[in-house]
């Protein structure tokens, strides 16, 4: 497996300590071996979110379009509301 | 990249036609950091009024709308805007909202715009775009 160390990477003096101790703690070989995996962790919830949100979206989707009329499309139904801004409907 | 979803685009992510599958994997790239969407505040009211021709239940369109507004960034309506678009009333001969919409986009120099309006897809208002490095998308030819 390819690999790629940096070795003077600059973090937050705070954030260092807290690697430190991870390290310390024996649950991680390196401070590395922390970032990685918390980088993953974090990209897993990022991508579990947006799966979320568009699964939500979806079932809103399905809901709403039960109650919108189907011979008209979005820009349709957007313009109508324009015309009845300016009173035409 | 940076969107722009006018009032039609919003509507299109809970109307199952074309166009719709182009506005949910924007939205679902944008939620995984690939892209920035944005609209103005104004078109959570449009977005309302089509919902309320559509017999769609407030309490319905209000949840549409929370969900949306985890994404999607709702700009403030400014008094830039507002001159910006009451000039391109005349010129392009727009409903004042299309106007706000086409200003407002251009102001946050937004890449692309997607609609599903026919009056903001005619050759000016295409040109209009172009000229400013704005890339229209027509949601009635994408899937």
């Not at chain 2, 299309?98 to 295409?126: F, P, Q, R, W, Y």
Request: aromatic share 6%; net charge neutral; with cysteine.
């Amino acid at each position: 497996m390819k690999r790629m160390v940096r070795k003077n990477y600059l973090l937050p003096a705070e954030i260092t300590e807290r690697l430190r101790s991870m390290v310390k703690s024996g649950r991680y070989a390196t401070e590395s071996e922390v970032i990685r995996k918390s980088l993953l962790h974090t990209i897993d919830l990022e991508e579990r979110r947006a799966e979320e949100l568009s699964k939500e979206l979806d079932e809103l989707a399905e809901e709403t379009a039960r109650h919108l009329p189907k011979g008209k499309t979005a820009g349709e139904l957007v313009h109508e509301a324009h015309l009845e801004e300016s009173h035409s409907v | 990249m940076r969107y722009y979803f006018d009032a039609s685009a919003l509507v299109k992510r809970f109307k199952p036609e074309k166009g719709q599958e182009t506005v949910r994997k924007i939205i679902h790239e944008a939620s995984l950091g690939a892209h920035e969407i944005h609209s103005i505040y104004w078109a959570k009211a449009e977005f309302y009024v089509a919902m309320r021709r559509g017999n769609v239940p407030q309490k319905l369109a209000a949840r549409n709308l929370r969900a949306l507004g985890r994404i999607i960034l709702f700009n403030p309506v400014t008094s830039e805007i507002v001159d910006d678009a009451s000039n391109l009333t005349y010129e392009f001969n727009l409903h004042a909202a299309d106007a706000v919409h086409l200003a407002t986009c251009t102001n946050l120099g937004c890449e692309a715009i997607l609609t599903d309006d026919e009056h903001m897809v005619g050759g000016s208002v295409k040109r209009h775009l172009e000229k400013h490095a704005v890339k229209l998308i027509n949601l009635k030819e994408t899937p």
